[in-house]
């Protein structure tokens, strides 16, 4: 005898409230028949996966794995209740997109009328959140597919390209690399750097991608976002990097701050991060996320959308 999704829904739903009633609650079903299918799991498994004490509910080493396992068959099952519906109708009904806060402000509004046009029958929710939980959602069949950027480590993951963006300085406009020209390398080594804080990919893709060692201590300012960052810069506090595709929404457009590209190492290429619609691998949903990111495409990045799996996967 096997579990019913039914059993596995309640299951999760326990793990993720930490309570009978707020799981019933979540699942609209009584207490009493949420509990009686968790019992009926346990008899088929043959062991118990939670334990049971008075005002708390905690999962056994059993019933984390199921839970983890569970995530995996309830994710397929609504891909296959979805893929089903929209048969032969692409990109139509629901689907859920999660975009990482230094790319949703500036590439949204650019392009979701053109989505809109293109794929009338599409209802888009969209989630804005740091990379490691958007994955987490992917994994979970929280969502159907990320707005991310590369390079980001993440195993179960492919993702099919919308194309680079350049991450360039930023300095108060009286600072001395605010100079006509590019910012030659290692050159902002030693500069008072004020980044966005622990979490944002786009943090560490830029002190990777120039060499530079993270500044450690209490009194290092953290930016929550790009708009507060450039705030800052603009106070004279200290020197940032910023993607284009902000610059180019206007988001540095302001006296007080000057923007500069960075002059690349011999032979190699300017900094950038890759911007890519990210899925989980095996969800039937793949092929519309490919033609998600074909859509997301402006006119100057390169036309061709190609999907990867590899251990490097999305971020910001």
């Known amino acids: 005898m096997l579990p019913t999704l039914r059993q596995l829904q309640?299951?999760?739903?326990?793990?993720?409230?930490?309570?009978?009633?707020?799981?019933a609650e979540a699942a609209h079903v009584s207490q009493p028949a949420?509990?009686?299918?968790?019992?009926?799991?346990?008899?088929i498994l043959g062991a118990p996966v939670v334990e049971r004490t008075r005002g708390n509910v905690q999962l056994t080493a059993v019933g984390a794995e199921a839970v983890r396992r569970a995530e995996d068959v309830l994710a397929r099952t609504e891909d296959l209740v979805e893929a089903a519906r929209s048969a032969g109708r692409p990109l139509s009904g629901r689907f859920r997109l999660g975009v990482i806060p230094t790319v949703a402000p500036f590439l949204l509004p650019a392009t979701l009328p053109g989505l809109k046009t293109a794929y009338p029958a599409l209802r888009l929710f969209i989630r804005e959140d740091l990379t490691p939980r958007l994955i987490a959602g992917l994994k979970a069949g929280q969502l159907d597919a990320a707005v991310i950027a590369l390079p980001y480590e993440a195993h179960g993951i492919e993702h099919a390209?919308?194309?680079?963006?350049?991450?360039?300085?930023?300095?108060?406009?009286?600072?001395?690399?605010?100079?006509p020209g590019a910012i030659q390398p290692g050159s902002l080594r030693g500069e008072d750097l004020i980044l966005l804080e622990d979490g944002h990919c786009l943090r560490d893709q830029a002190l990777a991608a120039f060499d530079i060692e993270a500044?450690?201590?209490?009194?290092v300012f953290a930016?929550?976002?790009?708009?507060?960052?450039?705030?800052?810069?603009?106070?004279?506090?200290?020197?940032?990097?910023?993607?284009?595709?902000?610059?180019?929404?206007?988001?540095?457009?302001t006296?007080?701050?000057?923007?500069?590209?960075?002059?690349?190492?011999?032979?190699?290429?300017?900094?950038?991060?890759e911007i890519v619609v990210a899925w989980r691998a095996g969800s039937s949903r793949?092929?519309?996320?490919?033609?998600?990111?074909?859509?997301?495409?402006?006119?100057d990045q390169p036309a061709a959308s190609t999907a990867t799996q590899s251990n490097t996967a999305p971020g910001a």
Do not use: N
Not at 35 to 43: D, N, P, W, Y
Not at 161 to 179: S, T, Y
């Open 215 to 219: 500044p450690k201590g209490d009194d």
């Open 10 to 23: 309640y299951l999760k739903l326990l793990a993720e409230h930490a309570s009978f009633s707020r799981a």
């Open 223 to 253: 930016a929550t976002s790009l708009h507060t960052l450039v705030q800052m810069v603009g106070s004279g506090l200290g020197v940032s990097f910023l993607p284009q595709m902000a610059v180019k929404a206007g988001l540095a457009d």
């Open 255 to 273: 006296p007080s701050v000057v923007v500069r590209h960075i002059q690349p190492r011999a032979g190699a290429l300017a900094p950038s991060r």
């Open 34 to 43: 949420l509990s009686a299918g968790v019992q009926e799991l346990e008899k």
């Open 161 to 179: 390209r919308i194309g680079d963006d350049e991450i360039l300085a930023a300095a108060p406009a009286d600072h001395v690399l605010a100079a």
């Open 286 to 299: 793949a092929a519309e996320a490919r033609l998600l990111a074909e859509a997301m495409q402006q006119d």
